[in-house]
């Protein structure tokens, strides 16, 4: 009988000849399917280059395997996903061709090396991954990165002749009844470390009440922060009904030609959206938006800033946040990392030496004045009637 494999029984080096299986769970957009998978569940995915978010993604709903019909790693550039599945103790098989996407949600699936069985029955067979074939994947990504870089670059100028007048004199903003003029905007995206960075930033918005801008998915991350946002900007294609009914304003991005896929579902809701026709991706009319508005400071949470990360996206389109970045300019301030910035690194060591000089300066201060003097021998005395106490009933 084969053996049910949790993500905490296994380590990153578990040899090719362990067995793994559970009840598969399919979903071709990884990210939704996280959102059903349960522990020592399998995953069934269809996701070339598997990016950091999405493995992540994977690793907070611990499946014990992810089997995906694409290959993880392409070749395209060296991307994170596949080495931090492995490091989280979870077995990873790819390119196991389409047809793994047939099996029935739900389903018994077993791994053995590379083959996939389910119900018992050979189904496919793929490349189970090791650190040894990761490290030779990713080295082969680095080689050929230099392709990429080009193909960036000539999709930057491809964007740049295509929303020039929306990038320089902001031609096409729609209006929105949200007050920005003047005010810092706080727009969160559920990008690396979006969590931790905007639990940090607490005593910012405490102190300067920002505007809040949720980009699809990260409306949801600001009300499970404990706040609200004020606008979610967005295809609508990962945030929840309750963040899209939490009162704030909608404004919905939609195609160069007006054609809007979320605008359909927000209006099924009760609620009157803005269009706002680009190109790009969302985070990028979220922060021309918040500077054409007259934004005093634009503080971004788990947005795209490096190359890594705008080929993680694996679309063209990511080249358009490279020039609205260069578009906001000063007024932008990347929240990226702040909470590894001020991460504590005091021991428990330190907090009890602190602790004693603590109460030594306070006993200190006491027996300087007269009245603590009078403490200290109230104190006093009654400890030595405790003693005195104690030797009574072991004398007696």
Not at 340 to 362: D, F, K, P
């Amino acid at each position: 009988m084969k053996m049910i494999l949790r993500r905490a029984d296994r380590s990153p080096d578990t040899s090719d000849d362990a067995d793994g299986g559970g009840t598969a769970r399919v979903g071709a957009r990884t990210k939704d399917l996280t959102k059903r998978l349960r522990p020592g569940d399998v995953a069934v995915i269809d996701h070339a280059d598997i990016d950091r978010v999405a493995a992540e993604a994977l690793v907070a709903a611990g499946p014990c395997a992810v089997l995906n019909a694409a290959p993880s790693t392409t070749g395209r550039y060296p991307n994170a996903g596949p080495d931090i599945l492995l490091q989280a103790g979870i077995i990873l098989v790819d390119d196991l061709g389409p047809e793994i996407m047939t099996v029935h949600d739900g389903a018994r699936v077993n791994i053995e090396g590379g083959a996939v069985l389910v119900d018992g029955q050979p189904f496919a067979t793929g490349t189970r991954q090791t650190p040894e074939t990761v490290e030779r994947d990713l080295a082969a990504a680095r080689e050929g990165l230099s392709d990429e870089i080009e193909r960036f670059a000539e999709n930057t100028l491809s964007y740049l002749r295509r929303e020039r007048d929306l990038l320089l004199d902001g031609v096409g903003v729609p209006d929105v009844r949200t007050e920005i003029d003047g005010r810092h905007v706080l727009i969160v995206v559920r990008g690396y470390h979006y969590r931790e960075d905007l639990a940090m930033l607490r005593s910012y918005i405490a102190e300067n009440r920002p505007v809040l801008v949720g980009v699809d998915g990260g409306a949801d991350a600001i009300l499970d922060a404990g706040y609200r946002p004020d606008m979610i900007v967005g295809d609508m294609d990962s945030v929840s009904d309750r963040a899209l009914s939490c009162g704030a304003e909608i404004v919905v991005h939609a195609y160069r030609d007006g054609n809007a896929p979320g605008l359909e579902r927000v209006r099924a809701l009760g609620v009157d959206p803005v269009v706002f026709p680009a190109t790009g991706t969302s985070e990028d009319i979220a922060m021309l938006l918040a500077d054409d508005k007259g934004a005093k400071l634009i503080v971004a949470v788990g947005t795209h800033a490096t190359l890594v990360e705008f080929l993680d996206k694996g679309r063209a389109g990511m080249a358009s946040t490279f020039l609205t970045r260069l578009r906001v300019g000063g007024k932008l301030v990347d929240a990226k990392g702040v909470s590894r910035l001020y991460r504590t690194r005091i021991s428990n060591l330190q907090l009890t030496l602190l602790s004693l000089a603590g109460v030594a300066a306070v006993l200190a201060a006491l027996w300087s004045t007269a009245a603590g003097q009078t403490a200290f021998g109230l104190v006093g005395a009654q400890i030595d009637d405790l003693v005195s106490w104690i030797g009574s009933l072991f004398g007696g």
